[in-house]
Nanobody, 118 residues
């Protein structure tokens, strides 16, 4: 059974920092691209950052220079370091694992809430 368990969310003031963690189990972690998505109430879920198996990263324009995604293959973990947080970063952050070959497989965690408020 595949499980993605996020942690590290919380309440933070603007300009603050948080590091989100996602623990993956039940899958071949080294075969999956990992990503973080967020969703604020009433909005669509949006891609925040992704990291490929080979380590290539990509970021939404809104978080470039402030967020860093990285993974630890030994621990089956993926992280999202968030600096310079803004109120518009508020939302539920979801971890995602995707494998496209030999078949498409896609898994989501349950999410962790991040609230940025003065």
């Amino acid at each position: 059974q595949v499980q993605l368990v996020e942690s590290g969310g919380g309440l933070v003031q603007p300009g603050g920092s948080l590091t989100l963690s996602c623990a993956a189990s039940g899958l071949s972690f080294g075969s999956f691209a990992m990503s973080w998505h967020r969703q604020d109430s009433g909005d669509e879920r949006e891609l925040v950052a992704s990291i490929a198996v080979g380590g290539r990263t990509a970021y939404a324009d809104s978080v470039k220079g402030r967020f860093t995604i990285y993974r630890d293959f030994a621990k089956n973990m993926v992280y999202l370091r968030m600096n310079g947080l803004k109120p518009e970063d508020t939302g539920v952050y979801y971890c995602n694992a995707e494998e496209r070959s030999p078949i498409m497989r896609n898994y989501w965690g349950q999410g962790t809430q991040v609230t940025v408020v003065s």
